[in-house]
């Protein structure tokens, strides 16, 4: 599938996105070779394959241990901040 400039330029409207007239025809391309790789993943055949739970089925995962390696930091921080109450962050209320 290829995509036209007009319809770049639409995306780029929905998108917000400002694109200049040189870089209109870089994302026309892109944007088409994209498609045109997202055609031919969905001409794979997948009606044969298994659906797994998980990609590592009968095998295990080696996991680092669970150890905390940061000191804490909070009061260096919170040193900072305009202002704090009971070790928290206090920020205007936003909601009603």
């Known amino acids: ?29 892109s944007l088409s070779k994209i498609l045109s790789f997202v055609e ?16 590592l089925e009968g095998e295990v995962q080696r996991l680092r241990a669970d150890v ?3 000191t804490d930091r909070h009061q260096k921080y919170q040193a900072n901040a305009p202002q704090v ?7 205007p209320k936003v909601i009603e």
Do not use: C, F, K, W
Not at 40 to 55: D, F, I, K, R, V
Not at 85 to 91: I, T
């Open 40 to 55: 031919q993943l969905n001409a794979a055949q997948t009606g044969t394959a298994e659906p797994m739970a998980h990609p």
């Open 1 to 29: 599938m290829s995509l036209t400039r007009r319809d770049v330029e639409a995306i780029a409207h929905l998108a917000r996105l400002e694109i200049t007239e040189g870089e209109l025809p870089v994302y026309v391309d």
């Open 85 to 91: 109450a009971s070790a928290l962050y206090v920020v």
């Open 68 to 70: 905390a390696t940061e």
